[in-house]
């Protein structure tokens, strides 16, 4: 049985497991505490994929787990145009083309055993993908609010697996506040704010130091927008460190976009008003997420780990695109800004540092802007 605790992340409140919830009082977000350890001495009876680390995932009867045995993804070497080698992990090979199936995957198992009949998301396009999916293997309905200017092939995908989608004129800020509107009477299966979703992500961190040799790297560079990597990230890395896997935590750096990066602003000044901040368009759109909920969180885990937070214009995320586009993997231009902020973090590291970073989602993804790309100079987004 596996041993894990649902509180208040403020407050310090215990809140009921067996509760649909995904938010404590006055709107307070919550966090999982799992208390189990990962048995190595067994682990190899389980299939690779995110569910070999089942022991570590709070999900109580075998029978609600909702997968497409996604996980394990290919962990690379790259060689980067400063000619630093890098590991790169392949999340953009998963079942719907992003990463996000890793949140999707447990955040539903949750959902279908809690016995949720509906859920509300909103997305600007591969989160949304990843929760329809599972939704729809779970025979879950659900809802999707999406951005108006969300990129058509990620609108055509969500709609393929029988989601409804909901558009929202104006921004991503105001999507997300119409779906958090329209969510507090039904399951808000959010990737920011439902605690579940980080115990998906957190199997990055399971499968990385694995594939190292129970390992953390030196350095892990990621994006960061609602933080549902950087916190995954830090809270599978911390979980092994306290079972005594590994034995440090890897430095977290992570990656914006200079036309959006509330994170960047908020990390290098404390008296920085997130809602005052008005960000401008960019080409990386899963990134551009003006008020991440979790702010603060994602500030004391790259704090903690003696990270940074580095920015990208919208031309680096371009040719940071067309240079591993020449290597053979098609990456949607959100993942290609993380590969950009990897570059002109790792110039003047040491050779020696391990370091390692991630695909998030595939080129395909993004067919309009990648057409662009190849075919205008000046990228009208």
Known sequence: MINFSLKGHESKKFFDPDQAIWKGESGELLDINVSSNLNLSKLDENPHGLWRYRGVIPIINDNNIVT??????????????????????????FPTGSYKDRGASVLISKAKELGVSKII??????AGAAIAAYAAAANIPCEIYLPE?????KIVQ????????????????????RALMESQNSYYASHSYNPYFFQGTKTFAYELAEQLNWNAPDILVIPA??????LGCYIGFHELVQQKIIQKMPKLVAVQSE???PLFHYFH?????MNLYEPSETIAEGIAIPNPVRLSQMFQAIKKTGGDVVLVSDSEIIEAWKYISRLGYFIEPTSAATIAGLINYSNNLDPNLKIASVFTGSGLKSIDKIQKILGQTNIKL
Do not use: M
């Open 68 to 93: 497409f045995q996604e996980g394990n993804t290919p962990l690379t070497e790259v060689i980067l145009p400063n000619n630093k080698l890098v590991w790169i992990k392949q999340d953009h090979l």
């Open 121 to 126: 998301q909103d997305s600007s396009g591969n």
């Open 149 to 153: 200017e969300t990129s058509l092939s």
């Open 158 to 177: 969500i709609e393929a697996y029988g989601a409804k989608i909901i558009k929202v004129p104006g921004s991503r800020k105001d999507t997300a506040k």
């Open 225 to 230: 927008g609602n933080g549902t990597l950087l």
């Open 259 to 261: 036309k959006c990066s």
């Open 269 to 273: 000044d404390q008296n920085f008003n």
